[in-house]
């Protein structure tokens, strides 16, 4: 039998696909990789939030898991909505890759610690409320599509430099035009960046599940993930809202940061938690929490009503 793993189409996705195939194959497990065209693909003029489905990159890939035409799924954990539609499962984590953003660009002289006023090119509102917040003087340029096409658009002149997250760039092999490395603490990124994550119905085979878990599923990843997620749930964030969330080893802790952003970078509310790896889950809401106490939900809701 062969594990039939479903994927978007888009370079960066068949490069995680082929990933996730090189690991089943290392574990003696048979592959064959389904390309599968998701509704966010074949829109690409209008931002995402305003597509208006949820599960835009998701839903015909779920379809093909229901009806049993695809095995696996693999994901960008980060594009993963914090709740699954019923009957599906992230069942295993790659580990995790440079969790940071970067600037992209040909010009060397284009960094956010330069003070230098550029035009800079991202759709990301988490991205978008962050540099208002932080970086008033950088022009902010909407710019939507594959990695290879925002590059493009670059290229073209659209903007002077592109806001990406490290790990899409690197697995591109765009390291070359990599000017600056964010810290953390200013552009602490989404929930689940730099993670692979694999999508499977919850009525998968249990012996196949545990097969693939043990090719592809990097514990501490998992561990981090689950804090992570569970911390966007209660917030019930998806990708569009400017959440942010990281949660990272500390020793033997499991230590998270998270927060909202204003979209005009008017305001910024942060919480901070930390436990022990059995307990991830509660630590995330505990954080979600400490946040709605502050006046998170107020924030969130007037977010969305500008989206
Ligand atoms: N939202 C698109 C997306 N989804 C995952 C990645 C990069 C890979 C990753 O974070 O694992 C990107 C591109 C980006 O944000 O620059």
């Not at 765009?174 to 990124?189: A, G, H, R, S």
Request: hydrophobic share 40%.
């Amino acid at each position: 039998m062969k594990v039939r793993i479903g994927t978007r189409g888009s370079q960066l996705a068949l490069w995680q696909a082929y990933w996730v195939q090189s690991q089943l194959e290392k574990g003696g497990l048979e592959t064959e990789i389904v390309k599968i065209e998701t509704k966010g693909d074949k829109i690409l003029d209008v931002s995402i939030h305003k597509i208006g489905s949820k599960g835009v990159f998701t839903e015909e890939i779920e379809a093909q898991l229901t009806d049993g035409r695809i095995d696996i799924a693999v994901h960008s954990a980060k594009d993963m909505q914090s709740e699954l539609p019923a009957g599906f499962e992230l069942m295993a984590f790659s580990e995790r890759e440079t969790p940071n953003d970067v600037i992209v660009s040909h010009n060397k002289q284009l960094t956010l610690g330069s003070g230098k006023k550029f035009r800079l090119g991202t759709s990301s509102n988490r991205r978008v409320a962050t540099l208002r917040r932080h970086f008033p003087h950088i022009e902010i340029v909407p710019v939507r599509g594959n990695l290879q096409r925002r590059i493009q658009k670059m290229e073209e002149g659209h903007c002077d430099a592109l806001l990406l997250a490290y790990a899409g760039v690197h697995r591109m092999e765009y390291d070359d035009l990599i000017v600056e490395k964010l810290p953390l603490d200013i552009f602490t990124p989404a929930v689940g960046q730099g993670s692979v994550a694999i999508e499977a119905s919850t009525t998968l085979d249990a012996d196949l599940k545990k097969q693939i878990r043990a090719c592809l599923n990097h514990e501490p990843t998992e561990k981090l993930l689950l804090a992570e997620r569970a911390f966007l749930r209660r917030l019930h964030g998806g990708c569009s809202v400017p959440v942010y969330g990281l949660a990272q080893w500390d020793g033997d802790q499991v230590k998270l940061k998270g927060g909202i952003i204003g979209l005009q970078g008017e305001v910024q509310l942060e919480a901070e938690g930390a436990c022990e790896a059995a307990v991830v889950e509660s630590m995330g809401l505990a954080v979600a929490e400490e946040l709605i106490a502050q006046g998170g939900d107020e924030l969130l809701k007037s977010i969305r009503e500008q989206l």
